[in-house]
Nanobody
Framework: QVQLLESGGGSVQSGGSLRLSCVAS????????MAWFRQAPGKEREGVAA???????IYADAVKGRFTISQDNTKKRLYLQMNSLKPEDTAMYYC???????????????????WGQGTQVTVSS
């Protein structure tokens, strides 16, 4: 079993930055792909960024050039550095993991097996 716990959310003004963290516990190693998703009120959960277990990094078009996904050497901590935040980035952000590579664009929510509880990010204009 894998447990994921997110932190680092908060409220910032447009143009500000936040760094989200996800700590994974249980049997999670480099054989897992991990990702960040977000869900705004009334909208579908969408993929933001992912690191495939083979090292491929994927970003959604909406965050390219502003967000950076990374892991520590143990592969048990996942980060999302978010810069130049916009009001449309406001959402609950979730960490996700799966014990396989991910196909396609790597940001399909159905590809992931384990989910955290989420951390809220609010960006005001």
């Amino acid at each position: 079993q894998v447990q994921l716990l997110e932190s680092g959310g908060g409220s910032v003004q447009s143009g500000g930055s936040l760094r989200l963290s996800c700590v994974a516990s249980g049997n999670i190693y480099s054989t897992y792909s991990m990702a960040w998703f977000r869900q705004a009120p009334g909208k579908e959960r969408e993929g933001v960024a992912a690191i495939d277990r083979d090292g491929r990094i994927i970003y959604a078009d909406a965050v390219k050039g502003r967000f950076t996904i990374s892991q520590d050497n143990t592969k048990k901590r996942l980060y999302l550095q978010m810069n130049s935040l916009k009001p449309e980035d406001t959402a609950m952000y979730y960490c996700a993991a799966v014990r396989s590579t991910v196909g396609g664009d790597g940001l399909g929510k159905s590809d992931y097996s384990y989910w955290g509880q989420g951390t809220q990010v609010t960006v005001s204009s």
